[in-house]
């Protein structure tokens, strides 16, 4: 690796922060985020919900254990940028690449030696904005490029995150899941619960969808705004009553919508490995894994749907259950990785719902 | 849940006297729990032997029995307090023993008390070796192959079939009292003898050895909705084979991919649901093999343990309060996070710091020990410090161990390398000396078994090290602020720059390189924290400096406990700091211990986890601009820090520098004693080993010797003859000046307290002291023996035999006055 270049961080409101270039060259720009999550660094970065957005690791050292194959969320590398206080260059347990290598490899924009306590402390105080990290561009330069960028809102980036159709799983009902930029752990925990999925990218229409026969609707997470993924939405809708539908994440907000609910920006998002979450069937706390900037609003309250999680948080909607029209979702991921596995009984519930 | 209503009296046992393995967490973790449960107004009984803890203070419960632990002192307890439940997980293993005893026993449901927090069949599961293996397998989790036996010839038998080397695990036992690592059938057979009869139900568990795999430890909490959540990892760097206590820890686990993580999380809630812990924190411990993945379930403390307390201090989770309310009936949900206050207790800390936990050794105060570090807990002491890196706070907490004895220097890296294939006490003090030799990172991985990251960590300190050079003057402000980020304490640079910390600290302060305040707020900065819990950092941007009103009192506490420096001091500290903030000031607490109540963030205003050194203080009172600091409650510790924060000009309230310097510095007390027309022993000082030959002859054999500044008779010996004297000049290379005393065979000692208050009031100044004294008098212990012990020395004979009571007052008296500078 070559000498570490002095970078900058810009925020659209004028905060800058030095920084050192630990992977590769260039400028990049994006919604700012922070996660509090301490480890699971590889499965982050290649999270496609994150696309859009410059991820920040509050967690002191990053890139301890290398990485390698078996760690990624996905094909690639989504966070546009990442920002990290101390970042570790050695290979380990997850492999023998080294971190950084890794990230200067998948060509992605990375610097460390940034105060990031101040930086998740700026976010929490004043909000979710945009930000650009560049090795390029003096602080002014990038000012200017921050603030010409169109930032998430309105943003529909599910096509861009999804994969191909494809199809995994060997046994159990036929599930049709949208991929508005699913995780791979998704997939597996949906496989390994014992169904069949057929994966559609977020433009599949209800006639595709349907010629598979499925026994339920799987919308999955994603980046971006669930407001501006109408198309989805109508799908939904129009599937509603005919099949069980279960969403996670966008997927949860997308099924709100097609309830009649709104959707709103949260002030500074969810994102970590420790957010406790109420069950309102038994009054349990789930320790649940969430990266969300947007939240299900929780009135109106149309008739026939609950609200069946609530954040510990902040009070904010978490899950949601249309009994009559079979159609349910969770905010938050209960696929973990990176995170406890406290919720990991959903994706058994859910095949047992649908067989 | 609400908390319970049918309960409304309940009995709290304290964890008795200070002994290797359980110091004062327990009176951290039991205070807490009292006033937790006082606070849900339950009506608290209390019965602690130990009355140098906080715990005992009047006002912490309804009713405090100073009494014996054990079950005859408790059933009279209970057979007149009649409470409604025991509480047993907070007092360390002597409480959950004695619950365990008075249960079998039959008194707890004579008296119809309930054991709330753990029953008896889980305390049971988790305590018996066998029953807790059983318990995991039926769970489907790994644990170590073993056999229970209670005769030497079965234990051979079990070695046998494992095949050397074993450990050795007594049931019920204490910081792994009684147990170690059996290497052949001749050691194991006086081993066995031993750890049988250490066991009180004379069941040992002979294991499988696992040294060298990496050792793990999850807090876990339950409540009764069967919720469970993790406060914290531990990673030990020790590999397995060295007890967690005396291992360095670091929180949070630096080498586990989140895979690894979450099956140590998951595993670790498996276990508190298959023992049966129904609420209140429990302490899992695993190894993990890092080459084949295995993970196995090593033990689990159904009980806030040593790692509790040191788990809440490293992420500001109160775990004994939040236990305490959990054995009532709260659930996690319900209950605040007090740091936050606006997130409930029903989350998992996260951080964005480092916390380094070392521990402390005393094997110079013990003859005949040689150091070897095995499975079971010899340290007396440990030192928390946190960074923004692993070597930031792994540095800090090296040079906040005081450690007062070199540590034997090797003659060659070879010599370094091989000493290190065996755990010792002075492990990481070699390690950073071979590293200065030039020991790469392989080496150091292949001698220790430490993880090879933490070697790498240790490489790169020793480099930082290096490239300082030894020019203090020619360091500018970046490499200050990068040989600090590096992990390189003022202390280090001075040592490396012959300079002294004083110096380090001015250049780094000329440099602009002050430290900022850290917040430890639970949540990595999440919400915005409410209670003050603080640490130093390099970090360009920090929490604001309080307001500098000059309101706040600094007190300094006592750091690592070692033998002769415990709780007693911490229990002054604490009462200063409450003291402090009765009196309408802020109060500051500093200190670095984990296991103090002084480091409960509820007790002070502001508290700083941070070493004790000079840097460390000076940059607290930079930024809190104190109206003073009190240097003289935490023992040896802080008055070693007195002149050096006068000379910053730092206002020392209390006992001044110079004050202290009269009292400590043998030579000075001897001639204010002799001024005072003070009786004393015949003495001398000497400065050199042939003044000291000469001054022995002069007072006359034998001597007591004892150099100035030492605690709890550090390096203090008394002699017979020439022949002892050579000795000990030659194995104890004292620092000088020594003082040589007559030593008084057949005298009785006596200890006085003295008070000095301001004059001003009422009462003459006199009457005040006088009054104190002969309280304390009454009230201190006043019996101790020279050559030989005074037997049964009571009160009365003390009175008769004393005569001079008020003789010995008018002394006090002048001495505190003639010491006092105001």
């Known amino acids: ?355 | 849940m609400p908390r319970r209503t049918d309960i409304s009296t309940i009995l709290v046992l304290g964890s008795g006297p200070i002994v290797i393995g359980q110091a004062g967490e327990f009176d951290y973790s039991g205070t807490q729990a009292c006033q937790a449960l006082r606070d849900e107004g339950y009506r608290v009984v209390l019965v602690n032997s130990n009355p140098a803890t906080i715990m005992t203070d009047p006002g912490v419960a309804d009713r405090t029995y100073v009494e014996p632990l054990d079950p005859e002192t408790v059933r009279a307890v209970i057979e007149r307090e009649r409470p409604d439940a025991l509480l047993p997980t907070l007092g360390g293993q002597t409480a959950l023993n004695l619950a365990m005893s008075l249960h079998e026993s039959g008194v707890l449901e004579e008296y119809g008390v309930e054991l709330i927090g753990a029953r008896a069949d889980a305390i049971r599961t988790a305590e018996d070796r066998e029953e807790f293996k059983r318990a995991m397998v039926d769970a489907g989790l790994n644990v170590l192959e073993a056999h229970t036996v209670t005769t030497v010839d079965d234990a051979q038998e079990a070695a046998r079939k494992l095949g050397f080397p074993v450990i050795l695990r007594p049931a019920f036992t204490l910081g792994g009292e009684g147990g170690g690592v059996a290497t052949d059938a001749a050691e194991l057979q006086v081993m066995a003898a031993n750890a049988i009869s250490a066991s009180p139900i004379d069941q040992v568990l002979i294991e499988r050895s696992v040294t060298g795999w990496g050792e793990f430890e999850l807090e876990v909490i339950r409540d009764r909705n069967d919720n469970a959540i993790i406060i914290c990892s531990i990673e030990n760097l020790d590999p397995m084979g060295v007890h967690t206590g005396d291992s360095v820890t670091v929180a949070p686990a630096m080498t586990l991919t989140d895979d690894e993580l979450q099956a140590m999380r998951d595993a670790a809630i498996t276990v508190i649901r298959a023992v049966g812990v129904e609420t209140g924190g429990s302490n899992v411990q695993f190894a993990f093999n890092r080459d084949t993945r295995e993970l196995v379930v090593i033990e689990m403390n159904p009980r806030v343990s040593r790692s509790s307390a040191l788990a809440s201090k490293a992420t500001g989770f109160p775990i004994a309060r939040v236990a305490a309310r959990l054995a009532v009936g709260y659930t996690l949900d319900e209950l605040p996070n007090e740091i936050t206050q606006v997130t409930p207790a029903s989350f998992e800390p996260s951080l964005d710091y480092v916390a380094v936990k070392v521990p402390r050794f005393a094997f110079e105060k013990l003859d005949g020990t040689t150091g070897k570090l095995s499975t079971y807990m010899q340290s007396v002491g440990e030192v928390l410090a946190m960074g923004q890196t692993f070597a930031e706070a792994y540095g800090k907490a090296m040079g906040g161990q005081e450690l007062d004895v070199p540590f034997r220097q090797p003659a060659d890296l070879a010599e370094a390398l091989e000493r290190l294939r065996e755990p010792n006490a002075d492990r990481w003090q070699l390690i950073g000396w071979a590293v200065e030799n030039g020991a790469t990172a392989e080496e150091l991985a292949e001698a220790t078994e430490v993880h090879p990251w933490f070697c790498r960590e240790m490489v790169a300190l020793g480099q930082a090290l290096g490239s300082v050079g030894t020019d203090l003057a020619a360091l500018d402000a970046d490499d200050l602020r990068g040989a600090r980020r590096a992990g390189l304490t003022d202390g280090d640079i001075a040592r490396a720059t012959g300079t002294d910390e004083l110096a380090v600290w001015t250049a780094r302060r000329a440099a602009g390189g002050r430290p900022r305040l850290q917040a430890v707020d639970t949540c990595a900065g999440g919400f915005r924290a409410r209670t003050p819990y603080f640490y130093a950092g390099v970090a360009t941007s920090g929490e604001p400096d309080p307001a500098a009103d000059r309101r706040s009192v600094i007190v300094l506490g006592s750091g690592p406990n070692r033998i002769g420096q415990g709780v007693e001091f911490d229990y002054c500290c604490v009462h200063a700091a409450l003291s402090a903030r009765e009196l309408g000031y802020t109060s500051v607490m500093v200190n670095c211990n984990p296991e103090t109540v002084s480091t409960d963030h509820g007790v002070s205003d502001r508290l700083y986890m941070e070493p004790l050194t000079l840097g460390s203080v000076l940059d607290i009172c930079e930024r809190e601009k104190p109206l003073g600091v009190i240097t003289s409650l935490g023992g040896q510790t802080p008055l070693r820090l007195a002149r050096g924060l006068e000379a910053a000009g730092v206002p020392l309230l209390g006992t001044s520098a110079e004050s202290i310097e009269l009292a400590e510095d043998r030579e000075r007390f001897a001639a204010l004693a002799s001024s005072l027309g003070l009786e004393a022993p015949p003495w001398a000082i000497a400065h050199s080993e042939d003044e000291a030959r000469a001054a022995a002859r002069d007072v006359g054999f034998p001597v007591l010797v004892r150099p100035s500044f030492v605690l709890g008779g550090r390096a203090m010996a008394i002699i017979f003859t020439q022949d002892d004297l050579d000795r000990y000049l030659d194995l104890e290379r004292p620092r000088w000046p020594l003082l040589i005393d007559s030593f008084l065979e057949n005298a009785v000692e006596l200890d006085d307290e003295a008070m000095e208050a301001y004059l001003g009031g009422d009462e003459p100044a006199e009457a005040v002291i006088k009054k104190c004294l002969r309280k304390a008098v009454l009230t201190n212990y006043a019996h101790a023996s020279m050559r030989q012990r005074c037997e049964c020395f009571g009160i009365d004979a003390f009175f008769d035999k004393s005569l001079h009571l008020n003789q010995l007052i008018d002394y006090v008296v002048d001495a505190a006055q003639q010491k006092s500078g105001t």
């Open chain 1, 1 to 355: 690796m070559a000498a570490r270049r002095p970078a900058w961080v810009v925020l659209e409101d004028g905060l800058t922060l030095e920084a050192r270039a630990v992977a590769a060259e260039g400028t990049a720009l994006g919604e700012m985020v922070f996660t509090t999550s301490m480890t699971g660094y590889q499965e982050a970065v290649t999270d496609p919900s994150y696309m859009g957005q410059i991820l920040t690791f509050a967690a002191p050292m990053v890139g301890n254990y290398g990485a390698g194959p078996g760690y990624s969320e996905s094909d690639r590398v989504r966070t546009e940028a990442v920002i990290m206080a101390r970042s570790g260059d050695r290979g380990g347990a997850a492999g023998p690449t080294g971190w950084n290598t890794w990230l200067a490899q998948a060509g992605v924009v990375a610097v460390e030696d940034v105060d990031t306590r101040r930086l998740v402390t700026h976010l929490r105080d004043r909000g979710a904005m945009r930000g650009g990290v560049s090795t390029e561009l003096d602080p002014e330069a990038l000012l200017e490029r921050v603030q010409a960028h169109p930032g998430l809102d309105g943003q529909d980036l599910a096509a861009a995150a999804a994969g191909p159709r494809r199809s995994a799983g060997v046994d159990g009902p036929r599930i049709a899941a949208i991929d508005c930029g699913i995780k791979d752990s998704i997939v597996a925990r949906m496989a390994g619960a014992g169904c069949r999925l057929e994966i559609f990218p977020p433009d599949a229409t209800v006639d595709d969808i349907l010629s598979v026969d499925p026994a339920a609707l799987f919308c999955s997470n994603g980046p971006g705004d669930p407001a501006a993924a109408g198309h989805v939405i109508s799908v939904i809708e129009s599937v509603l009553g005919q099949i069980p539908v279960f969403g996670i994440c966008m997927g949860h907000q997308l099924l709100a919508r097609a309830l009649g609910m709104g959707t709103e920006r949260l002030p500074f998002g969810h994102r970590g490995a420790n957010h406790p979450v109420r069950r309102v069937e038994d009054d349990r706390v789930e320790i649940t894994v969430q990266n969300h900037g947007y939240a299900v609003s929780s009135s109106p309250l149309p008739d026939g749907v609950e609200i069946t999680r609530t954040s510990l948080f902040d009070g904010s909607v978490e899950g949601i259950r249309a009994p009559e029209l079979r159609a349910w979702s969770v905010q938050y991921h209960p696929e973990a990785r990176p995170g406890p596995n406290d919720a990991a009984y959903t994706f058994r519930a859910f095949v047992e719902e649908v067989s």
